[in-house]
């Protein structure tokens, strides 16, 4: 069976500190795909990254990278200088191999970035 | 622009009273998913649309729950006789239709459900 755990439930950082929202993920698959959501008060899911298993290059977009490592069955994603906007509720998923198919979700890292 | 629209936002009921949920997909998304995101919990599947397949119903947690897509677009998510458990907040997402890929879901901005 396929889980997600995010096991940092709330993170509170001040603004331009940097942090790090883990990831950890369970499949037999040997094929998959991680994402990130993001979820702002607002309450609308945003995509941030999708990643497929077979890449392990690290990946940066601006302020956000992300480190996946299959050794440790982890997608963690750091943001670099937070800031205010950056508060919010982030999702780590699991996507199986056949493609477009409901994702597994974690239950969510809630970060608070402080001015 | 055209996004996932859901209605109503918000919808407050007595237990044991039936709740329709209403999504409206992006235009040419084949693809459709329902989630539901409980307070504290991460999102929970329970049905996915896929062009004219037959759903995937695996996720849905009681023969209380149905859903329908009708005219491979509109979809309406039905919760009879309605329990306390069943407050929380119902995403719907939608995609391009994909083989061996990932296309983006895009999800709405939920409707928030409240059993009294």
């Known amino acids: 069976a396929q889980k997600v755990t995010q096991a940092q439930t709330e993170i509170s950082v001040v603004e331009k500190e940097d942090v790090t929202l883990d990831c950890v993920y369970e499949t037999r698959d040997t094929t998959y795909y991680l994402f990130w959501y993001k979820q702002p008060p607002s309450g609308e899911l945003v995509f941030l990254i999708r990643?497929?298993?077979?890449?392990?290059q690290n990946e940066i977009s601006g302020r956000y990278s992300w480190n996946f490592q299959k050794s440790t069955s982890s997608f963690n994603f750091t943001i670099t200088a937070s800031q205010v906007v950056d508060s919010a509720v982030y999702f780590c998923?699991?996507?199986?191999?056949?493609?477009?198919?409901?994702?597994?979700f974690g239950k969510g890292t809630r970060l608070s970035v402080i001015a | 622009g055209a996004g996932v629209s859901q209605s109503p936002s918000n919808k407050v009921t007595e237990k044991g009273k039936d709740v329709e949920l209403r999504c409206d997909p992006i235009?040419?998304?084949?693809?459709l998913y329902w989630y539901r995101q409980s307070l504290g919990q991460g999102l929970e599947f329970l049905i996915y649309f896929q062009g004219n397949s037959a759903p995937d119903k695996s996720g849905l947690p009681s023969d209380r729950f149905s859903a329908e897509r009708t005219g491979g677009s509109v979809s309406t998510l039905t919760i009879q006789r309605t329990q306390q458990e069943d407050s929380a907040v119902y995403l719907c997402a939608s995609s391009l239709p994909g083989i061996r890929s990932y296309n983006e879901q895009f999800f709405g901005p939920g409707t928030r459900l409240t059993v009294l």
């Open positions: 990643r497929n298993s077979f890449d392990e």
């Open positions: 998923a699991l996507g199986e191999p056949s493609g477009n198919t409901p994702l597994v």
């Open positions: 235009s040419g998304h084949t693809a």
